[in-house]
């Protein structure tokens, strides 16, 4: 699916998992895993906003290089989000493995700032910027 609709749609979800994500930046209270996991969610459905915004079909996948792969592939400059391929580890599917594979803790400052970048750039293909 594909669209403006669609697109405002999964955009909504992914702001709504920003809020949750901003209330997670003190490791002490949030694990390395649970932020991945909410950091991840947020990228995800960016990416797919945009996509959708720009009538791009995109696959059933969480594999962010992928979505950010279809973009770059229709033109659009992509490589400030290449560090939120990290966060693939941390998609619901391979949850268990990223409580095993945590080697060095998240940058979660280098992660939120992208992420902002992320959103500020999706809310001005929508229009809403």
């Given at each position: 699916m594909t669209g403006r609709d669609h697109a405002l749609r999964v955009f909504e979800r992914a702001?709504?998992?920003w809020w949750a994500l901003a209330a997670m930046l003190d490791a002490a209270?949030?694990?390395?895993?649970?932020?991945?996991?909410?950091?991840?969610?947020?990228?995800?459905?960016?990416?797919?906003?945009?996509?959708s915004a720009l009538d791009?079909?995109?696959?059933?996948?969480?594999?962010?290089?992928?979505?950010?792969?279809?973009?770059?592939?229709?033109g659009h400059w992509v490589a400030p989000f290449d560090?939120?391929?990290?966060?693939?580890?941390?998609?619901?599917?391979?949850?268990?493995e990223a409580y095993a594979d945590l080697g060095e803790p998240i940058a979660?400052?280098?992660?939120?700032e992208s992420l902002e970048?992320?959103?500020a750039d999706v809310r001005f293909v929508l229009g809403l910027a």
């Open positions: 702001v709504e998992e209270v949030f694990n390395d895993t649970i932020f991945g996991f909410h950091a991840h969610q947020v990228a995800e459905k960016a990416l797919k906003a945009w996509l791009l079909e995109y696959p059933p996948t969480r594999d962010l290089g992928r979505l950010l792969s279809l973009l770059e592939e229709n560090c939120l391929i990290e966060l693939d580890l941390f998609a619901a599917h391979l949850l268990e979660r400052a280098r992660i939120v970048v992320l959103l």
